[in-house]
């Protein structure tokens, strides 16, 4: 079971410090008021490439420093606390996972380079429906000489406008809701007959729409095996999941952080409102929930480290527990602050909105609840 | 701490032929509720012989200091050793048979006690030689401790106690009890407590054995009258009881931490969700009937690997060096939610069925089930409620002010 090793601590301040100081939650607030449609800052991004965090998980073969799953939740949950917008997650996380676990030779070479030091952004094109159900893909890949035709429309697509490729989930046989006969194909995000348009989102981070009317792909775009992608794309998003856990755990920590502050801050009826028994086991709560998360996420990454067999229930385990957490922590975030809570001018509102983005992306936690059921056999 | 690998594994091997030579295969998984009446109350049985070599061996006590017959191993060849318990349903019989002498008096002792005092105590418990009970409660000090009256004069050559004590475990069959007693009536209320151990073998001392609403007695009420208590026997200063005592009931905490079975402990259980696919039958893919049901028995499946994860959380981040720690109120908490929930998962699961009380109309299952739903109502009670813990945890951990300080 985890207890962070000294390289994961150093990592762990040492981006915390950047995000404090390059990418505070008062940089996002600026992104968002200026209508930027990638939703998330170049600049910030530039100079979180410089950190190298885009390659935690990339071969050092393919430039990056393969420092595992848990090194990078570490560095996840720290730009989770400053609700840090970038495509980290979208490319780093999912997109290189992807090449990682399902590439042939010629996409890694291809990409994961680039992916590492974070010139190209890659992202995943899966859900089509407003719920995560990636069993559910209808978008269809059909033959077109030696490749296939893409025909079908993605909705809320991580980092969907920035992105240079997408990882595309298809159906070439069988019908929505089988497993077999979904296959995952690479594409160019500017081929002919692929059409972005940008969702406004309560999040203010990168989403879009992806429409593919009749895209035409190579046989070479193939990513793992054709009508077998179910188990590469499963593969993925329990590092995904894994990863937004640690996310979550940080937008959490950081609520956690600013309401106990405030309670011991806030004068009311000649104390600090902290002093209420009635609050202060609300905090208690949240604490010992805050806890319990934290031991869910950390055992999910190094499950992943590890191949451990039982990473996929974990996986799920880590995604609802940070789920119900966040949750609750950002109701009470708004809660406890009262009227100050409601203000746009103060942070509580952004950590909210992000909390029911992060809590939907990748299943909700009712979506894990069943899989874990289903995981464990009932 | 450092200890390789090879050495852990030595240590197992020594440990598996140890318990090859002298655990009685008679006992295997037989951990339960028979345990301790039988080490107790039959001289001659297997269990009163496995507990005997287990306490020469001093493994019943597996970290304490071995000069004071504990086994002197490190946290990792503990948990190695339970691991090896586990593994041929052997288990530690000392822990329950020495009442509250292991899990909390025991470590107050060693880290309080006068050598003369550790002396004499120590190896008596890790021998499994004595039964120690905890009188701290009284009919109107629970959550709010600090204000008990049992109270102990200075009489020259010995402590004359009066009062009388609740929800003492087992102090029918102890033979030593633990006592918070006021010995000065006049300090403000946390500072005029001491600690004071006493022998019950004396007349000033009567129990009485209270029934709880799962049907069985392990608690009673404690009589002390002009009771008398040896000079040598206060642990930690004068006055000083109430760290002291706060001190055990951490101990205690910790010793709470990690059960969330709710029955009792010990022995192999039914997995919840075989017994749920038993009484609410499946569907045709395999999953639970009820889909309610089924999201609830998830969740809570999910609370219970939450914290186990964290229990082996907070060990591994004190790497081997554990010690009691804040995070046992957390853990506290977290156990007795996660197996009251499992306790009612049970009775809902079980239905009508779950209901029983005796009888051949019901299963040993289902009647276990039963009195461990209603006995395991005590766990957010007992060790400091519930409540307690979160202020404990909202004044320790968090930095929020003190809540229950009113004179």
């Known amino acids: 079971m985890a207890a962070l090793s000294e390289e994961q601590q150093l990592l762990k301040e ?45 071969p050092e073969a393919f430039g990056g420093v393969e420092m595992g799953c848990l090194t990078f939740g570490v560095v996840l949950e720290e730009l989770g606390r400053q609700l840090t917008a970038s495509p980290l997650v979208a490319s780093g996380l999912v997109g290189a996972s992807a090449l990682v676990l399902g590439g042939s030779e010629a996409q890694k070479q291809d990409w994961l380079p680039r992916i590492a030091e974070g010139s190209a952004i890659l992202t995943l094109a899966l859900d089509e429906s407003p719920r995560h159900a990636p069993l559910r893909t209808a978008l269809s890949a059909e033959r077109a000489g030696d490749g296939f035709r893409l025909r079908g429309e993605k909705v809320h697509v991580l980092e969907g406008l920035a992105a240079d490729a997408l990882v595309v989930a298809a159906r070439t046989s069988g019908s929505p809701g089988e497993a077999a ?3 995952l194909f690479l594409v160019e995000a500017a081929a002919a007959g692929v059409n972005r348009q940008r969702l406004a989102t309560a999040d203010s981070r990168g989403y879009a729409r992806i429409s593919f009317d009749g895209a035409e792909v190579a046989p070479e775009a193939l990513l793992g095996e054709l009508d077998g992608g179910a188990t590469l794309l499963d593969a993925v998003l329990d590092r995904a999941r894994a990863g937004l856990a640690a ?16 309670l011991k801050n806030r004068v009311q009826f000649g104390q600090v409102i902290g002093g209420f028994q009635a609050l202060g086991h609300r905090a208690a709560t949240l604490f010992t929930e805050m806890e319990m998360a934290r031991s869910c996420v950390e055992a999910a990454l190094q499950a992943l480290d590890d ?26 975030l708004i809660q406890i602050h009262g009227g100050i809570g409601m203000t746009d001018e103060f942070d509580a509102g952004l950590y909210l909105k992000r909390a029911r983005a992060l809590e939907a992306t990748f299943g909700s936690s009712a979506f894990h609840r069943d899989r874990y059921a289903t995981l464990l056999g009932f | 701490m450092s200890e390789s690998k090879q050495d852990l594994e030595a240590f197992r091997a020594e440990a598996r032929s140890w318990l090859e030579e002298n655990f009685p295969e008679s006992l295997a998984g037989r951990a339960g509720a028979i345990m301790r009446q039988e080490v107790i109350d039959d001289s001659e049985s297997d269990a009163r012989a496995w507990a005997r070599k287990l306490g020469e061996k001093g493994w019943g006590t597996p970290t304490w200091p071995a000069e004071y017959g504990g086994g002197g191993l490190s946290q990792r060849q503990a948990q190695v050793l339970d691991q090896e318990l586990d593994r041929i349903g052997a288990f530690n019989p000392l822990i329950r048979t020495a009442g509250m002498g292991i899990t909390m008096v025991g470590p107050t002792i060693l880290e309080y006690g006068t050598e003369d005092q550790k002396q004499r105590h120590i190896p008596r418990i890790c021998r499994g030689d004595v039964f120690w009970a905890l009188g701290y409660s009284e009919p109107n000090a629970g959550s709010d401790l600090a204000s008990l009256q049992a109270r102990a004069e200075d009489k020259g050559d010995h402590w004359l106690v009066n009062g009388q004590k609740t929800w003492t475990s087992g102090a029918d069959v102890a033979q030593w009890i633990g006592v918070l007693v006021r010995t000065d009536p006049d300090a403000p209320k946390r500072d005029g407590i001491s600690f004071l151990m006493i022998d019950m073998d004396q007349p000033g001392i009567e129990t009485r054995p209270i029934q709880l609403i799962g049907g069985a007695s392990p608690f009673c009420e404690t009589f002390f009258n002009d009771a008398r208590a040896e000079k040598n026997e206060m642990l930690g200063d004068l006055n000083a009881g109430w760290t002291v005592g706060k001190r055990l009931l951490q101990h205690e905490r910790q010793s709470q931490t990690g059960s969330t079975s709710g029955l009792g402990g010990g022995g192999r259980r039914k997995s919840l969700k075989e017994v749920a696919k038993e009484y609410v039958g499946v569907d045709e893919a395999g999953r639970l009937a009820d889909p309610d049901l089924r999201a609830r028995l998830a969740d809570h499946m999910m609370n219970a690997r939450a914290h186990s994860l964290t229990l082996s959380r907070v060990v591994a981040e004190a790497r081997g060096n554990a010690k009691v720690s804040a995070a046992a109120s957390i853990l506290k908490n977290a156990a007795s939610k996660v197996a009251q929930n ?10 009508h069925q779950g209901l029983g009380w005796e009888g051949d109309g019901f299963s040993d299952y289902e009647l276990e089930a039963v009195r461990g739903w209603l006995t395991g109502k005590a766990m957010s009670i007992y060790g400091g409620s519930f409540e307690i813990q979160n202020n404990i945890i909202a004044k320790n951990i968090l930095g929020l002010p003190e809540n229950t300080q009113r004179g």
């Not at chain 1, 940089?27 to 930027?36: I, Q, T, V």
């Not at chain 1, 996310?247 to 405030?262: I, K, N, P, R, W």
Request: with cysteine; aromatic share 8%; net charge negative.
């Open chain 1, 14 to 58: 040492q981006a915390k410090t950047w995000a404090q100081e390059e990418a505070p939650v008062a940089k996002f607030r600026e992104m968002r008021d200026s209508g930027n449609e990638y939703g998330f800052d170049k600049a910030t991004w530039e100079s979180m490439r410089e950190m190298g965090w885009a390659g935690v998980l990339v």
């Open chain 1, 181 to 183: 006969g979904i296959s």
């Open chain 1, 247 to 262: 996310e979550m755990l940080g937008v959490a920590g950081q609520s956690f952080d600013m309401t106990l502050d405030y």
């Open chain 1, 307 to 332: 191949g451990a067999d039982d990473a996929p229930a974990l996986c799920s385990l880590a995604k609802a527990k940070a789920g119900d957490f966040l949750h609750h922590m950002s109701n009470e």
């Open chain 2, 342 to 351: 499992r306790a009612e998962l049970v009775l809902e699961i079980t239905g």
